[in-house]
């Protein structure tokens, strides 16, 4: 059966806004998304889920670009990561991811509007060291290092 030159523009026209529409939305993910760096180590905060574990790492590592590296601070209070879907915790005396739950106080943080990421339930800041552990510790304590 011969199709029409119509019927090809047609078909040409829908793979162009399928097309479109996939690329606005894929810039719209990242746009949505931020990268924590760490001002004084310049590593970003990433994140790493082993299989079968629900508990994944929270660490810095040097900044890649990489959706592990890829955040979305929500509405919510909530810190989850892209590529893992996991959001950030912490206990008060580590710093992790689990599955987004949003009703504990332990994955809720805020900014300080000068570096400073804190969580709800610790009261606690969000620090890393130069060998790359992010960890909670009282906010009087070093420096407001994130950025971006």
């Given amino acids: 059966m011969k199709r029409s030159r119509k019927q090809e523009y047609g078909s040409i026209d829908i793979?162009?806004?399928?097309?479109?529409?996939?690329?606005?939305?894929?810039?719209?993910m990242q746009v949505d998304g931020r990268r924590f760096?760490?001002?004084l180590t310049t590593k970003c905060l990433?994140?790493?889920?082993?299989?079968k574990v629900s508990k994944g790492s929270a660490h810095t590592n040097p900044c890649n670009g990489g959706?592990?590296?890829?955040?979305?601070?929500g509405k919510d209070h909530t810190i989850k990561n892209f590529a893992t879907g996991q959001c950030l915790e912490a206990?008060?005396?580590?710093?992790?991811?689990m599955s987004c739950h949003g009703t504990k106080t332990s994955q809720k943080w805020r900014g300080d509007g000068a570096g400073s990421i804190i969580n709800f339930a610790s009261k606690?800041?969000?620090k890393s060291s130069m060998k790359g552990l992010a960890f909670p510790q009282d906010c009087s304590i070093g420096r407001k290092a994130w950025l971006e």
């Fill in 124 to 126: 606690k800041c969000l």
């Fill in 15 to 28: 793979m162009l806004l399928t097309i479109s529409i996939l690329l606005a939305l894929s810039i719209s």
């Fill in 37 to 39: 760096k760490d001002g």
């Fill in 67 to 73: 959706s592990h590296q890829n955040w979305h601070w």
């Fill in 46 to 51: 990433d994140n790493v889920v082993k299989p």
């Fill in 91 to 97: 206990d008060g005396k580590t710093v992790y991811t």
